[in-house]
């Protein structure tokens, strides 16, 4: 074909593109879906969801990404919002995580009398919580009366939707139901009282913190969040996380789910007790075999609303603490069998473990309600032990030094929380675990809450006593920070803990704020008080209440202990 006439070869090009439309500018649509995956998968949870806004197209591909981790309460619109998740034929799929909050309106119902009450009572402390942490809102009026009434009618409506739901085991069906649709499900987390919501942490997917938060629980809103929080929630008494847990872990065990991540807290000790026929953890099989997380965190005791306490008089403030008393050493007796120990010794792949049990023995820090041996199996290796968290156990130095030691090779972090040395002192333990572990070669060493031990020097055989703070409620002690700096700095060569810096747990941490702002009325002076309730309670087998009745050979537990 011959050139036009007077033009060169590219100005024929130049004419011929000029005659063309402008290149087109790529947008998001014209990528393949298998890189825009690429995408959302090292984006932001928040930024998934404006993705999402986009359009449909990248709606349905951020749905992928925006769903890894579910959270989800006992309530009519969760439960509608998990179904109709499930019944998506893409959604259910990109599930790994299912978080059960344990949130519950109590029961009973309240009266509209009672309701209107208990939002004053709400009101006011948080107006004096506002104002001591100097916020705007600690001005804002109280609710009209109007309005209220107009709450009262949706908790009527919430709370008689729970109590149907439980009394027709509706939860118990819907789980199945969709947890058999989630083929890759691999955590599983029950929160109850909080527990996983608050302080420093990370997501389930990464542990370099120990103990692990869910970053979703930590500022997840509730569905009750409608009712203004102008009552307050709670478990069910007695049975804190057990419904919930159970309820979970029959529609894992039917789907038939091998989970990687197991967190259960806080969980009322009967959960444990085969002897009541119920599902538990010795129902699941091999389904836990390949966990290579688990945090448990056990209720010993019955919980007690700190309002009770300050309503109650000296009776029944001493009949309250017989019944936590009674109930620990139920729990102790339960634990003895190893039921734990088991359920842990079947975990080989383990790489964070926590084991606590929350201290509800506040009349007597001697009564522990389960001993290390307990709940690990001492003379068990687990070869990819990287954390390791123990809460609320009794032991001995040599039986912890030598458990930790095992895992010297792996483990990096270490947190010992409430913890009693029964017959041996701190003052040996932390210098032998220092040079046994190389700790400053660890990326986390620390000691929280009470440490009680017993003086091993000659002429020293006086109880220890040293109490570390708690970093997530209000700070560790300057003496909990000496004790890290010890493990991680090879040049602290001094031990922090000695017989001239041994400090109490103070009284204050052992109430609630709001009853120390109104005392006690109508009680008897505090040391009778006190006399009361140490010395005229009855400790299941008698005998002294520091001392643990199971280490009396003539101690013989009442028969309906585990009923």
Known sequence: MSEPQGQTPQQTDDTIMSEREPPKKLTLLDLPPEILHQVCAHLPLKSIRSFRLTNRFLGDIGACHALPELVFYLHTTDFAALRSIASHPIYPRF???????????????????????????????????????????????????????????????????????MRDERDYEILRE?????????????????????????????????????????????PFDKLDCLTQLDGEKGQ????????LLMAVKEAGIELKSLCAGLIHWSFFNEALGNFGF?????????????????????????????????????????????????????????????????????????IGFMDHAEDNDFIFPARLQDVV?????????????????????????????????????????????????????????????????????????MALGMGEEDGDQELEEWFMGDPEDHGATELATKVQKF??????????????????????????????????????????????????????????PFQDPFDDPSFEAPGDWLD
Request: one cysteine or more.
């Open 95 to 165: 599930v790994r995580s299912l978080v059960y909050g344990c949130d519950l309106l109590p029961s009973p119902r309240l009266s509209l009398k009672q309701y209107i009450a208990d939002c004053r009572r709400m009101e006011k402390r948080r107006v004096k919580m506002h104002a001591r942490h100097a916020c705007d809102e600690a001005n804002r009026p109280p609710k009209p009366q109007a309005e209220v009434r107009e709450s009262y009618k949706e908790y009527k409506r919430v709370h008689q939707a729970q109590e149907e739901i």
């Open 178 to 222: 969709v947890v058999g649709k989630m083929t890759n499900l691999k955590e599983v987390m029950v929160s109850s009282d909080f527990e996983f919501r608050v302080g420093s942490g990370t997501s389930s997917s990464d542990g370099r913190n120990g103990l692990m938060k869910s970053d979703a629980l930590r500022n997840c809103r509730t």
């Open 240 to 247: 804190e996380g057990v419904r919930h847990l159970r309820a």
């Open 282 to 354: 010795h129902s699941m099989g091999n389904l836990l075999a390949n966990l290579t997380r688990f945090e448990l965190l056990v209720l010993p005791g019955p919980s007690q609303d700190p309002e009770d306490f300050q309503r109650a008089d000296a009776i029944e403030m001493n009949n309250m603490s017989i019944d936590v008393m009674e109930e620990i050493y139920r729990c102790q007796g339960l634990m003895r069998t190893g039921v734990i120990r088991n359920l842990v010794k079947g975990m080989p792949n383990l790489e964070i473990l926590s």
């Open 377 to 449: 199996p001492l003379n068990h290796t687990f070869p990819n032990l990287e954390s390791l968290r123990l809460e609320g156990l009794e032991t001995e130095r040599q039986e912890l030094t030598d458990f930790v030691v095992r895992h010297k090779d792996s483990l990096m972090r270490l947190e010992l929380r409430d913890m009693r040395l029964v017959t041996t002192s701190w003052r040996k333990l932390l210098p032998e675990l220092r040079y046994e572990l190389k700790t400053e070669l660890m990326e986390e060493v620390s000691i929280y809450g």
């Open 487 to 544: 493990f991680m700095n090879p040049n602290v060569s001094d031990c922090p803990l000695s017989r001239e810096n041994m400090e109490p747990i103070p009284d204050d941490d052992l109430m609630d704020e709001d009853i120390l702002d109104h005392p006690l009325e109508g009680l008897m002076p505090d040391h009778e008080l006190a006399e009361l309730i140490l010395g005229g309670m009855q400790f299941p087998g008698g005998g002294h």
